[in-house]
Structure formats: structure tokens, C-alpha cells
């Protein structure tokens, strides 16, 4: 990731490749801009006036040899109407901001925060957010090209500029804040965009156990320990795979020794073909990415653990790839894992996150965390229901859910809550065991997390399932084609949160 700093400055004095500053609707300049302008003579009132450049949204012209500053490009970069800024535009804007000017050769860059209220946010927040859009938009994953080259990164570094000098110290404790959760968010992009060949449920143990530090304990559990803690229900699935299975589990001591930890458990399914309920041809590749649970869970506690987190955490990830050797597990078979009094008989070999999630909620569960939250690639019904722009979100526990919602909001990695009455429940009866792994056509997003709830025993607990955000093939503004990292900006919010 570039470097960002923090500074309080005029613009006509910075030095930098280029300058950006905000423009509003009506080509109205905020206080930076207004002293640029002025340092400027002419040059400034002179382009806006024969430019058709109005300040929209995301719009942006880039001026060269503005005389009385000493940086080459001056980039207008429109912010739109005043009263509509929001963190998440800021956003937006500072991603677009890097990525163009990279585009453009640029080695370093001074980016003015508009001096505009956004309601609800503090200073902070808003260094917060610009650092995390360049952060984000910069992000690539082009190791395996091999003329990645022709596009090299020029950018090198970028400053984020604020009014006044007194700011400073929180806007620096913002920017640590931003660098920790973008670092984390691009290592979880890292992971699952990482080809099933290369990250194989030991890959994933291997990486996890390299966050270990003073305060984060890592254990990876290997096939004969899997066995050792009864964890069948993940061992199932794995029959049908040449690759042996992981477990890890990741324990976090940043908060009070009597604290009860908040369990964080993400499925870590390497590559999903279905097992024997093979899936069909087209898009197959992608589902290298149903491992983008246990990718967030790991961003989760990489970010935590830089931040020093005041929090206890517990991570859970059963992690196995989902084929069809000769030994896989079949339709017909029954299963009993960790949760030694629930059997399950498998109607569909392609339900296996549930199946191996069970294990880990129960497993989980036995260790008294305060609360559960679960990160999965889960059902394609929630990719019909909400698409990309919300994890769907189900749980046993109304506060729970309702701080969900508000981190969601706040950050943008935006949760949407589908209900899970009791009546549902009846669509996993199973007519030989106590619950089938499937639930018929209808509902298939709620009947998979009342699947999951029969494991969290009564933990508060919340299922967010990521299938439909945590990768975009079109790519977005903040994030490029692949992994988008979703749920560890989402948990971060909510854990910062829980600390104060
Ligand atoms: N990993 C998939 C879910 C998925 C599908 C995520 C498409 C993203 C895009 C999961 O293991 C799965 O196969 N679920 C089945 C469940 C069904 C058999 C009840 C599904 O959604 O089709
Ligand atoms: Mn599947
Ligand atoms: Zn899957």
C-alpha cells in the first residue's frame, strides 16, 4: 500500500505532482481552492469560466502550469451538492482522485478535504474514509500477469490534507485507524483472490498462523487433531477431497481477562464444486471464492491486532475443498458432527458451508463466547435477493442485529436483515434424521441460517451471509475485479464501537 500522511497547508504551496481539490455544484470552490485561486491570478476564475465543468459528482479536469503554485497538475475534482456529502462519497472520490492521477504518472499527491460538515462524522472520519478510498481503489491482484508492468504503479505517496494544525493529532490516530482496516480489507482481497491451486486449506492455516504476536494465539489443527476433536461434520465434507483438512481457531487477548470473547467464525471453503450434487459447468472458477468468510474473519484479526483492539476475539475456520473423489460424501448420507445429538442427513452434497460451519458454531459455542458472528459465501438465493450491494443478515439476537445495521450503515458495507420466523425452521425437518442439509426452493438464504441456529445453542449469534458481496466481476469504484474484502470494514466498525 502507498504511503499517506496527514498535513495542514496552503495549496499554492505544495510541492507536490498534483494537487487535488474539491469542487462543488454551481463551480463553486471551497476555502482551499478559494486561496489557490487567489495566490493564481487568472488562471483559476479564467478555466472555470470556459470550462464546461460544473462540480458534479465524480466529474473531474485536471489544469497544468497554474501559475503561482508550485505543483504541475491542479485536479477540480467535483464533490457534488454541498449538503449531500457523505463519508461514503468521500470515499468514492479519493479512490477515483489516486487512481486517475496514478493512471497519469503522478508520484505524489495532495488531496484537501473539503471543508464541509458530513453529518454524523467528525474530522477523523472523514481522513478516515479518503485514506481508505485510496487505499482500496489502488488495490490490484495482477502477480500472476506478466506484462502487469505495462501498467505500473506510479503513485507513491499521497497526503491528505486538513485546515487546521490542531486537527492533527486526531487525524493522525485516524489515518493508523484507516491503514490497519485497508490493510486488513486487501489482505482478506489477497486471500481469496488467490487461485484454489495456491490457497488450499493448509495455505489458509499457513497464513493464519503467520498473524500470530504477543497477544494473538494461532492453532491449526491438521486432519488427526480434526479427528481427535470430533469435528465430523467437516470431516465429511473432505472426503471427496485429495487435500487434508484445516481447523483454525485464533484467540485474541487485547481486552479484560473476564471478558467473554466475541466469536468471529468464517467459512473456508477452498474451491465448492458441489461434491456429487456437481455444479454446473459455467462460473465454476469462481467458486475459488467460498472462502471469502474465513478471508474476512483473518482481515478481521489482522486489523485488530495492529490496532491493539481492546477486545477478546475467538476465530473459528473449517476449511476444506468440496469435490467428488471416490470416497465423497453422498446424497442419502447421515452425519453427526461436533453437536453430538443432532444427526443430519445430506440431500445435496452442494449444501456444504452449512455443513461444515456447524462444526465451528458448535465448536465455538462450547467456549462461552459473549456472542457469535458468522461471515459465509452461504447461498446463491441471497445473490438473487439483495445482488452486490448488501450481506444478507439473520441472527437469534435484536441488539445484535441492530449494531450490525448501524456499522453497516456507517461504513457502507451494508447489511440487510431477512427474518427467520419460527415457521421456516420446518422446511429443514428431515423424515430419517433430526435436520436435512437442505431446505426446498423457497427462502433457500433464511432456511440455510436456520440451519446454522441449531448449532449456536443460546449464544446471542448473527449469520451474515456475504455470497453476493464478497466478490464483484464487474469491480466498483473501491474495489477491482475479484475479492472485495466485505465484512471486515462492516466488523471493524462494529468492534472499534464496542470498545469505547
Ligand atoms: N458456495 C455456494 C453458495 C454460492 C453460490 C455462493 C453462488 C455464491 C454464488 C454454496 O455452497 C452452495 O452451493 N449453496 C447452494 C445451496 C443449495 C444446494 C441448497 C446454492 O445456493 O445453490
Ligand atoms: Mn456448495
Ligand atoms: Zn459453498
Same mark, same amino acid.
Given at each position: 500500500m502507498i504511503t499517506i500522511n496527514v498535513k495542514a497547508g496552503h495549496a499554492h504551496k505544495q510541492r507536490d505532482d498534483a494537487v487535488v481539490l474539491p469542487l462543488l455544484e454551481g463551480r463553486k470552490l471551497t476555502d482551499s481552492g478559494k486561496a489557490l485561486q487567489q495566490a493564481s491570478g487568472k488562471t483559476i476564475p479564467s478555466f472555470l469560466r470556459k470550462q464546461?465543468?460544473?462540480?458534479?459528482?465524480g466529474k473531474s479536469r485536471t489544469l497544468y502550469g497554474?501559475?503561482?503554485?508550485?505543483?504541475?497538475r491542479v485536479m477540480l475534482l467535483g464533490a457534488g451538492d454541498a449538503k449531500k456529502l457523505t463519508l461514503h462519497k468521500l470515499r468514492l472520490l479519493a479512490a477515483k482522485a489516486a487512481r486517475k492521477l496514478d493512471a497519469g504518472g503522478a508520484q505524489d499527491v495532495s488531496l484537501f478535504l473539503p471543508e464541509l460538515a458530513v453529518r454524523g462524522a467528525t474530522l477523523a472520519d472523514k481522513v478516515q474514509a479518503v485514506a481508505e478510498g485510496i487505499w482500496l481503489g489502488l488495490y %490490484?491482484?495482477?502477480?500472476?500477469? &506478466? &506484462?502487469a508492468h505495462q501498467h505500473?504503479?506510479?503513485?507513491q505517496s499521497a497526503t491528505i490534507m486538513? $485546515? /487546521?494544525?490542531?486537527?492533527l493529532d486526531e487525524a493522525r490516530l485516524a489515518l493508523a485507524r484507516a491503514s490497519a482496516i485497508a490493510g486488513g480489507v486487501n489482505f482478506a482481497r489477497d486471500l481469496a483472490n488467490e487461485p484454489g491451486n495456491v490457497c488450499t486449506p493448509e495455505y489458509l492455516g499457513e497464513q493464519a498462523a503467520a498473524l500470530s504476536h504477543a497477544q494473538l494465539n494461532v492453532t491449526v489443527m491438521d486432519r488427526q487433531a480434526i479427528e481427535q476433536a470430533g469435528l465430523n461434520a467437516l470431516l465429511a465434507v473432505n472426503q471427496g477431497s485429495a487435500k487434508a483438512p484445516r481447523f483454525i481457531v485464533l484467540d485474541y487477548r487485547?481486552?479484560?481477562?473476564a471478558d467473554a470473547p466475541v466469536a468471529l467464525v468464517g467459512k473456508g471453503?477452498?474451491?465448492? $464444486?458441489?461434491?456429487?450434487?456437481l455444479k454446473p459447468g459455467?462460473?465454476?472458477?469462481?467458486?475459488?471464492?467460498?472462502?471469502c468468510g474465513a478471508a474476512a474473519v483473518l482481515g478481521i484479526f489482522k486489523a485488530a491486532t495492529e490496532l491493539n483492539l481492546a477486545v477478546n476475539l475467538l476465530g473459528v475456520i473449517p476449511s476444506t475443498e468440496n469435490l467428488l473423489g471416490a470416497a465423497a460424501y453422498k446424497p442419502g448420507d447421515i452425519i453427526t458432527g461436533h453437536k453430538k445429538d443432532i444427526s443430519i442427513e445430506i440431500?445435496?452434497?452442494? $449444501?456444504?458451508g452449512r455443513i461444515i460451519l456447524s462444526d465451528a458454531l458448535s465448536y465455538a459455542a462450547a467456549q462461552q463466547p459473549a456472542e457469535i458472528i458468522d461471515f459465509a459465501t452461504l447461498t446463491g438465493a441471497c445473490v438473487i435477493a439483495l445482488g452486490s450491494h448488501a450481506s444478507g443478515l439473520m441472527g437469534n439476537d435484536e441488539k445484535l442485529k441492530q449494531a450490525l445495521k448501524a456499522s453497516g450503515d456507517f461504513t457502507y458495507d451494508r447489511v440487510w436483515e431477512l427474518p427467520m420466523h419460527?415457521?421456516?425452521?420446518?422446511?429443514?425437518?428431515s423424515d430419517i434424521a433430526d435436520i436435512r442439509n437442505i431446505g426446498g426452493r423457497e427462502a433457500g438464504t433464511i432456511t440455510a441460517a436456520c440451519f446454522l441456529s %441449531?448449532?449456536?445453542?443460546?449464544i446471542p449469534w448473527a449469520h451474515l451471509d456475504i455470497a453476493g458481496t464478497?466478490?464483484?466481476?464487474?469491480? /466498483?469504484e473501491l474495489s477491482a475485479?475479484? $475479492?472485495?474484502?466485505?465484512?471486515v470494514r462492516l466488523l471493524m466498525d462494529y468492534l472499534i464501537r464496542k470498545q469505547r
Open positions: 464546461d465543468l460544473s462540480g458534479s459528482f497554474v501559475t503561482g503554485a508550485f505543483t504541475r %490490484r491482484f495482477d502477480k500472476y500477469q &506478466h &506484462h505500473n504503479r506510479t503513485l486538513i $485546515a /487546521s494544525r490542531r486537527d487485547g481486552g479484560a481477562q471453503l477452498t474451491f465448492d $464444486a458441489g461434491g456429487i450434487s459455467p462460473q465454476m472458477e469462481e467458486m475459488k471464492y467460498d472462502m440431500q445435496n452434497t452442494d $449444501a456444504e419460527e415457521e421456516y425452521q420446518e422446511q429443514i425437518k %441449531r448449532f449456536v445453542g443460546d464478497a466478490w464483484n466481476m464487474k469491480g /466498483s475485479k475479484g $475479492a472485495t474484502g466485505a465484512g
